[in-house]
Nanobody
């Protein structure tokens, strides 16, 4: 499975962005997808995840109520809608896939990782 994240950019605090994670390969609908971010000098941080079934999502506390993950299996794409963005959300955002993934929150739990897309939130 290959993943490609896109949709990053520069936005003012309070603004919104929608990131996309396009999956390619066979049986991509059997993969749970997680979003992670990495700020300069810091480790990868779990942001949120969606199960392979699409009916279970989870988020880190700092983004709950602001970020929403969804998936469109017909388009082989998982989305991360980010609202009310804050400067502390600035980071390189990655998506990752785990076969039959349901609730994985650790970077090392995932099987495949895409390249990141930069999100910069100005104050």
């Amino acid at each position: 499975v290959q993943l490609q994240a896109s949709g990053g950019g520069l936005v003012q605090a309070g603004g919104s962005l929608r990131l996309s994670c396009k999956l390619s390969g066979r049986t991509v609908h059997t993969y749970g997808v997680g979003w992670f971010r990495q700020a300069p000098g810091k480790k990868h941080e779990f942001v949120g995840r969606i199960s392979w079934t699409g009916d279970n999502t989870g988020y880190t506390k700092s983004v709950e109520g602001r970020f929403t993950i969804s998936r469109d299996n017909a388009q082989n794409t998982v989305y991360l809608q980010m609202n009310s963005l804050k400067p502390e959300d600035t980071a390189l955002y990655y998506c990752a896939a785990k076969l039959w993934g349901y609730a994985a929150t650790s970077w090392d739990d995932y099987d495949f990782w895409g390249l990141g897309t930069q999100v910069t939130v100005s104050s």
